[in-house]
């Protein structure tokens, strides 16, 4: 009689540690609570300058910015604020690795540091030197529909011009030969052709170690992209809609940043999504007839296909 009271004593108690402990590992993958460094006492002083472990390595103008900032929401994650162009720019390569890391934010044990230089994806020597520093790291790419990216990146040179008080040339003066066909010299529509570029990536790096995010949908549902952006970094899933509001004056979604009791709101500045000058739909057409196939060859590359218009 008394033992097999004690029997049942054991089996419910067993029965109730068990319970709390299943509930608890759910709760952690699924997000909903975070054993987090900087949810616990942890002394902040620990905090020091690591290597990133991963990088936004383009491309220009794909959105790179915009990705940076909202993966930034997430607790775990503490990002470079200005673009660091260490393995681009021959100078800085020059410093060493351990300028590099000092370049980083300081993080805590389980913290991702990560930076974005836009040019890090079309430039020669850079896949190379990241794969000598961390064979490893995790890559993140910005693809936008190529002829988008083309007109942002004029826009951006033709602003800069202008704001020093310079002329600059038509978009179809800079983009097409005089007998139409299309100045693949002209930077702005060589950096649009991405099967190119990532050849050389996945010379060094297999395909898992690079997550392509869609900057069309990043501009129009970031939440999708950025549940994409942990799940391949392999964070608790934190980033919600919730997390961001669409500012109708700005045409884009704006952040709200958890960083206090009252969220601070934050836009991306505004050399980000300015009018672009008016193309003609011509120019668009034939634009898009020639990316259409380099497109599809990056489709079959990568296994994936971004839909992007044909004409
Ligand atoms: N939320 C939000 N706010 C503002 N802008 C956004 C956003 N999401 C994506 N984008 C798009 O990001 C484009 C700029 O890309 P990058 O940051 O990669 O540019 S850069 O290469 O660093 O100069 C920028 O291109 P432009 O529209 O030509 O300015 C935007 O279209």
């Not at 995010?213 to 501009?219: A, E, K, Q």
């Not at 549902?221 to 392999?234: A, D, M, T």
């Not at 958890?258 to 193309?279: M, Q, V, W």
């Amino acid at each position: 009689m008394w033992t097999s009271k004690v029997s049942r004593f054991l089996q419910v108690a067993i029965l109730i540690v068990a319970t709390v402990h299943l509930t608890g590992m759910v709760l952690v993958k699924f997000g909903k609570f975070h054993i987090h460094p900087v949810d616990t006492q942890v002394d902040n002083s620990s905090a020091i300058h690591r290597l990133p472990e991963c990088i936004v390595i383009g491309v220009r103008k794909g959105g790179t910015r915009a990705l940076l900032d909202m993966i930034n929401l997430h607790s775990q994650v503490k990002i470079a604020k200005a673009e660091v162009h260490f393995f681009d720019i021959e100078t800085n390569f020059h410093l060493g690795l351990e300028w590099y890391k000092s370049q980083m934010p300081k993080t805590m044990p389980g913290e991702l540091a990560i930076e974005k230089s836009p040019s890090y994806f079309v430039t020669e020597s850079v896949p190379q030197r990241i794969f000598a520093m961390n064979p490893q790291i995790l890559l993140l790419l910005v693809l936008r529909d190529p002829v988008t990216r083309l007109i942002s990146d004029y826009t951006q040179i033709m602003y800069n011009h202008l704001e020093r008080g310079r002329t600059f040339k038509s978009f179809e003066e800079l983009v097409f030969f005089p007998n139409k066909s299309v100045n693949t010299g002209y930077e702005a529509v060589a950096k649009s052709i991405y099967v190119q570029y990532i050849h050389r990536w996945m010379h060094f790096f297999p395909k898992n170690q690079i997550h392509i995010v869609n900057g069309d949908r990043l501009i129009h549902q970031p939440w999708h992209e950025l549940r994409k952006v942990e799940q391949f970094l392999g964070l608790p899933l934190q980033i919600e809609k919730n997390d961001f509001f669409f500012n109708s004056t700005k045409g884009f979604h704006c952040l709200k940043k958890k960083t206090s009791s009252n969220p601070e709101l934050h836009c991306l500045t505004k050399s980000k999504g300015r009018a672009h000058p008016n193309i003609t739909d011509e120019t668009k057409t034939r634009l898009r007839k020639f990316y259409a196939q380099f497109n599809y060859d990056l489709y079959n590359v990568v296994d994936r296909d971004f839909g992007w218009p044909e004409e």
